[in-house]
């Protein structure tokens, strides 16, 4: 885990050099619709999980590195009745032709709802933090709009489900959303 946070802080460290020397930086807002399903194991072993659909919104800010690479910083909140997710990913991003890119990245994960009273403390186990690694596509409609496919794998076990009988469960995600840049 050690390793995981001195390699997240070189990241954000080199995303604030190259915003400082390239100074090509925008910003803006995203938002939309994920599938979130959670993966993990019975009691007896047996795989087994649940899913649900989730509203996102975010706010993130894109460097440019060069004519081909950027670096994109992102503060996402995704809920659903219950539960509260923070998620910060980190992507870099390349635009393989005029109007695509693809993008992979780091994500940590927080459960915002971790309140740990009676009936929670009995049924539910949660780890506030979570560690994922996001990969996606982006397209530019024009300079100011754009749309998202990603997905978000676990790599952390974050959620322990008594009444499901979900144990050692980790969240991914698939989401679809529309940008807009400031």
């Not at 390239?22 to 009691?43: C, H, R």
């Not at 994500?107 to 990969?135: M, P, T």
């Not at 997905?151 to 969240?171: A, C, M, Y």
């Amino acid at each position: 885990m050690k390793i995981n946070a001195f390699f997240l802080l070189l990241l954000l460290n080199s995303s604030i050099f190259f915003a400082q020397n390239y100074n090509k930086t925008v910003f803006g807002v995203k938002g939309g619709l994920n599938l979130s399903y959670v993966l993990g194991s019975e009691l007896d072993g047996e795989l087994t999980g649940y899913s649900g659909w989730e509203q996102y919104v975010s706010l993130f800010s894109d460097t440019e590195l060069n004519k081909k690479w950027n670096l994109e910083n992102e503060l996402l909140f995704s809920y659903t009745d219950d539960y509260h997710f923070l998620e910060i990913p980190l992507h870099l991003k390349y635009k393989f032709v005029k109007k695509w890119a693809v993008f992979l990245g780091p994500k940590l994960d927080f459960i915002l709802d971790n309140d740990n009273d009676a009936f929670e403390s009995q049924n539910y186990r949660f780890k506030n933090f979570g560690v994922s690694v996001e990969l996606g596509a982006q397209y530019n409609i024009n300079k100011t709009f754009f749309i998202e496919i990603r997905f978000s794998n676990g790599l952390t076990e974050q959620i322990e489900d008594l009444v499901l009988e979900v144990l050692k469960g980790k969240r991914n995600t698939l989401r679809i959303g529309l940008g807009v840049r400031f």
